[in-house]
């Protein structure tokens, strides 16, 4: 009974300890910037609200008894592109507000120092100046527009990094980039490079059908081709897309279709 008792008073005191402790967590990366913080007095006027600061759990030697105070992370030995988790303690009743929270988030700021693509797909490039680890979008311009076919992983060190990825070329002259979206929303894409493949032209049929549509080379029924393809309905939706040498559309309603294929737009019907 006593060892019961005391393990409900022990379990009521940290239950209390746990809610007590008022705290803001931000994560993120290191960008080089410093935090400001907006710090109201506590409950009563007593004293102002924030009580005590951590970046990755160290205790920081900024002031902050007053009104607005910065958080300064460089003497944290921190490199560009680290990974940040702040934590600012408060009073109860009273909350202080970070007035740059987005200096944590990584920005796109990589610069192509070299890109290259050779005729089977193998596309290369090299970067400098990242700053935070963001994804690059790979996108091949084929269709009239720019196609993602694939991501990697940014390193995000200011150093310089290098990144390969293989794509499946069309037929003809193919043309790449990389793309990169950061916290603003806004995409910063690299300049194009072009490669000639050797990826014979394609064609497909029947333009009529009520099962498949079949890839070959063209004048050669015979043999088959794998492309990549989309098809839109006659609104505008695309309700099929993918890679291969045959599309089964018995699924699709009754009606005609567009069809992107290789570097071509077709059409066909479903009947």
Known sequence: MKGFILYTFCFFVLSNAIKSQNVIILEGTYQGKVLYVQNPYGPGGVGFCVTEVKVNDNITTDELTSSAFEIDLKPHKLNIGDKVEVKIFHKEGCKPKVLNPEVLKPKSTY???????????????????????????IEQFRWNKWVKVGEVDGVGTPTSNDYSFKIAPHSGKNQLRVRQTDYSGLPRTSKAVDFMSDVKDIDYAPLKTSKDINFFAKGKTDVSMETMYEIYDQY???????????IDVSNLPKGAYFLNFDNKMGEFVKK
Do not use: Q
């Open 236 to 246: 505008g939706n695309i309700v099929k897309k993918g890679f291969g040498s045959k």
């Open 111 to 137: 610069e192509v120092i070299a890109m290259t693509a050779d005729k089977d797909g193998t596309f290369k490039w090299s970067t400098k100046s990242e700053t935070g680890k963001l994804t690059f979008i």
